[in-house]
């Protein structure tokens, strides 16, 4: 018997969008550098290069990292005074990617049906952004008063596929079997081969454009596709 779903974020509950990333860290650049226009040009080159970097060690070391982190990479591949991890340019980062933070229409009305059944629900997410963004976009789009727990890796250690991060997103939805819980996501590696790898059912929902240096082949087959979100409740009736 199933007595949790937890959901990936992005590419699950918010649609895969196709972003320009230099351009976002040009715009954390250019509040830091609104005089400079090379200068920015170049310290969003090196962001985007510090956070290349920390995706490839999510790939193939499943270690968290934080856009703290980030900035201070890119102020060391620069050699130069400390790259500032600031508010006001965090802020104009933010807003380019809000374009990609909306939630699926379809994920209230489905969410709700899950709970009316009696299941708990959470969120698991690779990411380097704080949680607090996240929650502020769910909470915009009034689903986050319908899980019970979100799970974000910039708060952990280690990322998906790692099992520790899927074990602490079970231990904040109070499972304990992974057996009784689903995840839900878009990446056949981080996704549906981490959850099966401790245990769990996962669904696949194969509408993302993953890039090419994140991919790994896995061997692996979801328990069940979704090419419609709102499918879910029939996909888990008999489970």
Request: proline share 7%; glycine share 6%.
């Amino acid at each position: 018997m199933i007595e949790a779903v937890i959901f990936d974020w992005g590419g699950t509950l918010a649609p895969w969008v196709t972003v320009d990333h230099l351009a976002g860290w040009r715009a954390y650049a250019d509040m830091l550098l609104p005089d400079d226009p090379p200068a920015a040009e170049r310290a969003a080159a090196a962001l985007l290069a510090a956070e290349n970097g920390r995706w490839l060690r999510v790939r193939d070391e499943h270690r968290a990292f934080t856009l703290a982190q980030v900035v201070a990479d890119a102020a060391e591949a620069l050699g130069g005074p400390a790259l500032p991890y600031r508010e006001d340019a965090l802020t104009a980062f933010r807003e380019f990617w809000t374009v990609s933070t909306y939630t699926r229409a379809e994920v209230l009305p489905t969410l709700t049906r899950l709970r009316e059944r009696g299941l708990a629900l959470g969120v698991l997410s690779s990411t380097g952004w704080p949680g607090a963004w996240h929650e502020e976009f769910l909470r915009r789009d009034g689903v986050l008063e319908l899980f019970d727990a979100c799970v974000w890796t910039s708060d952990l250690d280690w990322t998906k596929p790692h099992p520790e991060a899927f074990r602490a997103a079970m231990a904040a939805v109070g499972v304990t079997d992974p057996a009784r819980c689903v995840y839900v996501g878009d990446r056949p590696y981080d996704d549906i081969a981490g959850a099966k790898g401790v245990g769990m059912r996962a669904v696949f929902v194969p509408h993302s454009t993953i890039p090419v240096d994140q991919q790994v082949p896995v061997d692996v087959e979801p328990d069940a596709v979704l090419q419609r979100f709102a499918e879910l409740p029939e996909v888990l009736a008999d489970w």
